[in-house]
């Protein structure tokens, strides 16, 4: 018996050609040819109305597809022109083309659909093209229109720049006129200490205008603020000028100490050690104060204070059995 695959169903079937007339196969062979019949309206009433299927391009939007269960593959929806997009562009150029037309009778032929369907998955080629040349001409259109937008949008820039430099003007006209228009200035140098005066400065040129140094401001007695690095010995902060506390001289008699001496400081680290350690361990107790010499040997506490080894053993053991026995 052969294999017969479906690509509709996407299994194999192992009863041959009576695959195609079960009730499972049928089923999804209608809802294959509705979907189909779907799109393919949706096609046509796009085509009737060429001046709406020219719209701006969205990638997620316009970047969909149909699958074509005749072909066997995806067929793109929407058609594409620069910017803009073409409903139903390229899926009408599909379902109008002789590829689709001659994969359509196959299919047909080999699932043995009702032929008056047929006809409702297809695009007449005439059709087509009418719907070419329409919207070609809907391009067209809607490119004139964006041109004269744009010419309409610099005609507004350009009489807003016209607008902006005749308000710039009328300012600049309703201003007073300066008074040393009426001709060259002449600064006589007077005699004595008035000669540093700012009339003194060299002032070439009918306009007037100064070009040296103003310097009135120190005759007149006026206090002005001094911004910079003021040097004040001893004061302030850092920023003042004052010496930072890291570069001081330290105090000869040493009587201002912050904190423990170093050595106290390692005493009490030691005895913090000491406390964390077990209570009975070995030299716990140790003498630390006893007189030794080197023909006699110190106490260690718990192992050469009574006797020999053996027994702060057995007194370890005896000692650890009775707390044992109190838990």
């Known amino acids: 018996m052969a294999v017969l695959y479906c690509a509709l169903c996407r299994r194999s ?16 062979l209608r809802e294959a040819l509705a979907r189909l019949q779907e799109a393919t309206a949706a096609a046509r009433a796009a085509a009737a109305d060429v001046a709406a299927a020219v719209r701006r391009y969205d990638a997620a939007e316009h970047d969909g597809r149909v699958w074509c269960p005749c072909c066997g593959r995806g067929v793109r929806r929407d058609g594409r022109r620069g910017g803009l997009a073409l409903l139903q562009a390229e899926l009408l150029r599909h379902l109008a083309g002789p590829e689709h037309r001659r994969e359509t009778v196959r299919f047909w032929r080999e699932n043995r659909a009702e032929a008056a369907l047929r006809e409702r998955c297809l695009v007449p080629a005439e059709e087509y093209e009418r719907f070419a040349q329409a919207l070609e001409q809907a391009l067209a259109e809607h490119q004139r229109r964006e041109e004269e937008r744009i010419l309409q949008m610099a005609a507004d820039i350009r009489e807003a720049e016209r607008r902006q430099r005749e308000t710039v003007q009328a300012a600049l006209q309703l201003q007073p006129e300066p008074e040393l228009r009426a001709g060259p200035s002449v600064c006589r140098l007077p005699a004595g200490p008035e000669r540093d005066s700012p009339c003194g400065a060299e002032q070439p040129g009918p306009s007037g205008m100064q070009t040296g140094p103003d310097l009135a401001w120190m005759e007149s007695g006026k206090v002005l603020t001094f911004i ?10 850092v920023h003042t000028g004052a010496k930072p506390p890291w570069l ?5 008699d040493g009587s201002k100490q912050i904190g423990p001496s170093y050595e106290e400081f390692l005493k009490q680290k030691e005895k913090q050690k000491l406390k964390k350690l077990p209570v009975e361990r070995v030299g716990a107790n140790f003498d630390h104060t006893s007189q030794t010499s080197d023909s ?13 080894r053996w027994q702060s053993r057995h007194q370890f053991r005896t000692e650890s059995g009775k707390k044992k026995k109190k838990r």
Not at 248 to 252: A, L, V
Not at 299 to 306: A, E, I, K, Q, T
């Open 248 to 252: 001081t001289e330290e105090e000869e």
């Open 228 to 237: 910079g690095h003021q040097e004040t010995e001893g004061k302030g902060n």
């Open 296 to 308: 006699w040997l110190p106490s260690f506490g718990r192992v050469w204070n009574h006797g020999r």
């Open 13 to 28: 079937a192992f009863t041959g050609r009576r695959h195609r007339y079960s009730a499972g196969h049928r089923r999804r």
